[in-house]
């Protein structure tokens, strides 16, 4: 019994250093870039949690002891204290790693940049044309609505014309309809 429980803490002990030293160096690998740094920073606790449930269900079948949490944090002080002691070492190797991550994104960005400029320059073609043609339309619908505006007022100076026209006539067939009627009179006196 008691040499399982030994078992189980210094399982899970170990497992709190390893959870430590991933979750170190995520984070050193999340130094990269801010992208880098983002999905790190969202990988890091659920990777620590797996490594946590993991242990425990195959240390202890899944049964949760309080000195299992204490094993496992007292593995993770254990990693920091010798992460701090080794520090100049480990980073010296973690730099090495992280070099050719920051040389493949330089390279990528390199690569990948005419083609940026080149998608870049096709959206700005585009959208100049999109500019012309909204001003050609702009124009049309100017003149458009300048010939609908002379188009009516010649309807409208037309109706005016023909009103008039139609009163002149009103007028001169009332004056000769009087005229007629003022002779007949003239003829009947006569």
């Excluded at 803490?9 to 250093?17: K, T």
């Excluded at 790190?40 to 240390?59: A, C, E, Q, R």
């Excluded at 320059?121 to 002379?150: C, D, F, M, P």
Aim: aromatic share 8%; hydrophobic share 45%; charged share 30%.
């Amino acid at each position: 019994m008691i040499r399982a429980e030994c078992a189980i803490f210094f399982s899970m002990m170990l497992c709190g250093m390893a959870a430590t030293a991933v979750a170190t160096l995520f984070l050193t690998l999340g130094r990269a870039s801010k992208v880098a740094r983002a999905v790190f920073d969202f990988l890091t606790p659920i990777v620590v949690g797996v490594f946590f449930f993991f242990s425990l269900y195959i240390s202890s079948s899944g049964v949760f002891r309080l000195y299992a949490l204490l094993a496992f944090l007292i593995g993770g002080a254990v990693f920091r204290a010798l992460y701090r002691r080794f520090r100049p070492t480990l980073k010296r190797i973690l730099c090495r790693m992280i070099v050719p991550i920051k040389s493949l994104e330089k390279a990528i960005s390199e690569r990948l940049e005419p083609l940026r400029r080149h998608i870049a320059s096709k959206r700005a073609a585009a959208r100049e044309r999109r500019k012309e043609k909204r001003r050609i339309r702009v124009e049309l619908g100017v003149k458009r609505r300048e010939e609908r505006t002379a188009r009516r007022l010649e309807k409208k100076a037309r109706r005016e014309h023909l009103k008039k026209l139609a009163a002149y006539r009103r007028d001169v067939a009332l004056a000769t309809k009087k005229e007629r009627c003022t002779r007949a009179k003239k003829s009947l006196i006569s």
